[in-house]
């Protein structure tokens, strides 16, 4: 039968305070136990000169977010939910199992870049669209020597409540409103005909 001995090691007093709020309900030989199988596991030790993996993923976000600000001032572009998912990396250390969904792939950031561009074009040739309309209207009236007083005010809110319903706030521009042209046309001839009323 084996015998267990114990071995006394001396420390500072100041040493046994620290020790014994670290180790709360465990015993010294558990929490010493403990410490030396993390550095062996890990390779660091109390000499080592290595930064702790949340303070360098800290660092790396810190860094990412701001290439990201650089990018969203020179291209006048808001990211915000790039920005929040960086964020939120600040706090918490992925690891390879985390959720993929949660990243986004630089093509994909382009893709939406390119389609942004695309609806403010198509934003701008609706404005223009509407100016002309706008501008075809009140030649009609002044040809036709009618105004707007005479035709029918219910039908027209109608009208404009209902563009006013299909109107989207694109991702990211909030500065311009996006309706489907095909819709924009349909409800732009019936306003043109109520006006001709």
Not at 22 to 31: A, I, L, R
Not at 94 to 99: A, E, H, I, M
Not at 175 to 193: A, Q
Request: aromatic share 4%; net charge neutral.
């Amino acid at each position: 039968m084996a015998s267990s001995t114990n071995n006394l090691i001396k420390v500072k007093d100041t040493t046994k305070v620290r020790l014994d709020l670290f180790k709360s309900n465990k015993t010294y030989d558990t929490v010493i136990s403990e410490m030396l199988l993390y550095f062996e596991t890990t390779g660091i030790t109390p000499q080592s000169n290595v930064m702790p993996p949340n303070i360098v993923a800290k660092e790396q976000a810190s860094r990412v977010i701001e290439v990201v600000r650089g990018i969203e001032k020179s291209t006048n572009v808001r990211l915000k939910n790039i920005e929040q998912l960086l964020l939120s990396l600040v706090g918490k250390v992925k690891t390879p199992g985390d959720n993929p969904d949660e990243y986004m792939h630089i093509s994909q950031v382009q893709e939406l870049l390119e389609r942004s561009r695309q609806l403010e074009q198509e934003a701008r040739e609706n404005r223009e669209k509407a100016g002309k309309l706008q501008t075809d209207l009140e030649i009609a009236r002044q040809e036709k020597g009618t105004s707007a007083v005479g035709c029918n005010t219910h039908k027209i809110l109608e009208i404009l409540e209902r563009i006013d319903e299909v109107k989207k706030i694109p991702t990211f521009n909030d500065t311009v409103y996006e309706i489907d042209r095909n819709t924009l046309d349909m409800w732009v001839k019936r306003l043109k005909d109520e006006l001709k009323k």
